[in-house]
């Protein structure tokens, strides 16, 4: 796939023009991307048209214009091509974006208020746009590919945007400790790591908005619709849960389905802390450094805009329970994950 796929995210929500190869440009939108504050003061109470307006500024003032066929992919020595080749991802990464950009266009198409509709018509944009820069990769380094499947717009657009959201909360998080380990192991180029860092940041980005949009959905629904969306939340992680039980026995199995692309709802994050690394790394550590690198990566942006808080609040949980088992069994201290 190539740039010319790509088309242009729509003229009325006033975005910075796609930018080229200038690299104090590219440098600067990096920079806007990352560090954001809403100028009004006072507390964003999710549902309040503060916090609307502020959601809405956050992504289209973060967002970073550059282009997909600006990302430059490094030449590859024999070894690194065969690790990166044979990463059992690829197909579910592309797929993943490509059911993502539809799903969030179809939601965005049913709302109402135009702040929102504008935000999540801009995160499927940003989807499709993913799915560009994850095919040229592919293309790049002869990777082979399953064929696509037909996208089809979604039957209820909430359930399926919120099974995105939730999704890429879970993998996001995953991804920005495994994606620190690629960086310090050292293992995969400079160049190629320093490629995709964009794209990881834009995917906080979207789990950031997601996060508001949860909680402003749930300030400004009926109370007698609060129930189901409860039901509908439970429902959702539940799906999940299975989903990446099912994913973990494929790819531990060998893929025995005879399919790569082991569920299209998985985003590209999903893969082995070993696959980016020589070193063993224990689930605790591992955990540790996704905490760390979540919490880096939210950093600049304004504190009064709700995060993602379920798979960090599990996280720490597990490392609480990690550690009494140390204390109680010090004899399997350290066990690599």
């Known amino acids: 796939m190539l740039e ?46 503060a916090h609307a307006r ?12 550059y282009k997909p066929t600006v990302l430059e992919w490094p030449r590859l020595d024999p070894e690194t091509r065969t690790r990166l080749v044979n990463l059992p991802i690829w197909d579910i990464a592309v797929q993943t974006e490509g059911k993502a950009r539809l799903r969030m266009l179809a939601y965005a198409a049913t709302l109402n208020d135009p702040a929102w509709r504008d935000t999540v018509e801009l995160n499927g944009w940003e989807e499709g746009r993913h799915r560009v820069v994850l095919s040229n990769l592919v293309q790049a380094y ?31 998080f995953f991804a920005f400790g495994l994606f620190a380990m690629a960086e310090k192991s050292g293992i995969f180029p400079p160049e190629l790591v320093d490629t995709f ?3 990881m940041q834009e ?23 609060r129930p189901w969306f409860e039901l509908k939340v439970w429902a959702v992680w539940a799906f999940l849960a299975w989903e990446r039980m099912g994913i973990a026995r494929g790819i531990d199995g060998g893929k025995s389905s005879g399919s790569r692309a082991a569920s299209p709802d998985n985003n590209f994050t999903v893969t082995g802390a070993k ?19 979540d919490a880096r990566r939210f950093a600049g942006y304004d504190k009064r805009l709700r ?15 990690l550690d009494l088992k140390d204390r109680l069994l010090p004899s399997r201290k350290g066990t690599a994950a």
């Open 203 to 225: 995917e906080c980005r979207h789990i950031l908005l997601f996060a508001n949009w949860v909680a402003a959905h749930r300030a400004t629904m009926p109370l007698w619709r």
């Open 142 to 172: 002869g990777i082979a590919l399953e064929p696509e499947p037909e996208y089809k717009a979604p039957r209820d657009p909430e359930w399926a945007y919120m099974v995105t959201g939730f999704s890429e909360c879970i993998d996001s």
């Open 54 to 65: 502020a959601c809405r500024a956050m992504f289209m003032e973060t967002f970073n214009p």
């Open 197 to 199: 860092e964009p794209v």
């Open 307 to 321: 995060r993602p808080t379920t798979t960090p609040f599990l996280a720490r949980t597990a490392i609480r329970l």
């Open 275 to 293: 696959s980016v690394s020589d070193t063993d790394i224990s689930v605790r550590d591992l955990m540790a450094l996704c905490l760390s690198e």
């Open 4 to 49: 010319s796929d790509l088309s242009p995210p729509p003229p009325r929500l006033r975005l910075p023009p796609l930018g080229g190869g200038n690299p104090s440009l590219i440098a600067a939108a990096d920079h806007t991307a990352r560090h954001w504050a809403f100028p009004e003061r006072g507390d964003l109470r999710p549902g309040s048209e």
